[in-house]
């Protein structure tokens, strides 16, 4: 079946510009988290997605950075006013149940993001 | 402070050269021990979750064993396929539903 799918899978902006993320979750995956991965870094944890519930925004670096999920499905991170240091790749993850769950999180491919 | 560290940070072995990684955690009330692939430019690939000490999984090559402080990802007769880098989480129950990832352990398999 189909995994996680995120676009773009590259994207080169100008610094201060406005950019907009996109991940669609494996059907039927309640959950949905972003992260952000960058050069010798582990994973980050930026904000989570279960069901109806209110995101859970505590990973969020700064008011620039904020995330939607329409429909209970597809999510979309925005970054306002891009700064160098948000070039990283941005990784999208779902999965069956959320809070509390042993379940295994998918990953999508990630949008490789890089602001000149 | 939840922490997940792995050593290695890098690690090349001959083909055929059995070794093990290394994962230890501190993470409260640990729900979940998860054990991913990553090749480059892509999402890490889920292979294992254990959840308490003593269990042990398999999947090929691959052995995921865990204690009450460590997991070790052993890799038995690798193949340059098997070349990746190896990430290792925590899952906690303190209310927090995501995982706290190490950095990584990047295996190079040499023919």
């Known amino acids: 079946g189909a995994g996680v799918s995120q676009s773009p899978s590259n994207k080169v902006t100008e610094k201060g510009k406005d950019v907009e993320l996109r991940c669609d979750p494996i059907?039927?995956?309640?959950?949905l988290y972003w992260y952000r991965q960058s050069l010798g870094q582990g994973l980050e944890f930026l904000i989570y997605?279960?069901?109806?519930?209110?995101?859970?925004k505590s990973g969020l670096p700064s008011d620039r950075f904020s995330a939607e999920r329409t429909g209970g499905s597809v999510s979309t991170l925005t970054i306002q006013r891009t700064q160098q240091e948000d070039s990283a790749v941005y990784l999208c993850?779902?999965?069956?149940?959320?809070?509390?769950?042993?379940?295994?999180?998918?990953f999508g491919d990630g949008t490789r993001l890089s602001i000149l | 402070e939840d922490q997940v560290t792995q050593s290695p940070e890098a690690l090349r072995l001959q083909e055929g050269e059995s070794s093990s990684l290394n994962c230890s955690y501190t993470?409260?009330?640990?729900?979940?021990l998860f054990w991913y692939r990553q090749d480059p430019g892509k999402g890490p690939e889920f292979l294992f979750t254990?959840?308490?000490a003593g269990e042990e999984k398999e999947k090929e090559r691959l052995k995921a064993t865990l204690t009450k402080k460590e997991s070790f990802l052993h890799i038995t007769a690798p193949k340059p396929e098997d070349s990746a880098t190896y990430l290792c989480?925590?899952?906690?129950?303190?209310?927090?539903?995501?995982?706290?990832f190490g950095k990584g352990t990047m295996l190079l398999v040499s023919p």
């Open positions: 997605f279960q069901g109806n519930s209110a995101p859970d």
């Open positions: 989480a925590g899952g906690m129950n303190s209310g927090y539903s995501t995982l706290t």
């Open positions: 993470v409260s009330g640990l729900r979940g």
């Open positions: 254990l959840y308490s």
């Open positions: 059907s039927g995956h309640t959950a």
């Open positions: 993850a779902s999965s069956l149940v959320g809070r509390g769950s042993n379940q295994p999180q998918h």
